[in-house]
């Protein structure tokens, strides 16, 4: 459990960083996303859900 939560950490500090860093930047990519099909969408989500288990998998062994 305590690793989900570092996990969690993770991600609201790089999100953080990005928000904070490139705000006008981060905006015109959240509007490319709503313009952006549902299907690449999920498939773009799809891809990442691999890519992010089989790099845990990885690391943990």
């Not at 996990?7 to 790089?14: D, E, H, P, S, T």
């Not at 990519?29 to 969408?41: C, G, S």
Request: proline share 3%; glycine share 12%.
């Amino acid at each position: 459990m305590s690793d989900f939560v570092v996990a969690l950490g993770l991600v609201l500090a790089i999100e953080g960083t990005l928000y904070a860093a490139a705000p006008g930047s981060l905006k015109r990519m959240m509007q490319r996303a709503i313009e952006t099909p549902e299907t690449a969408l999920r498939i773009g989500g799809i891809v990442a859900l691999a890519l992010g288990v089989a790099l845990v998998w990885v690391v943990r062994g």
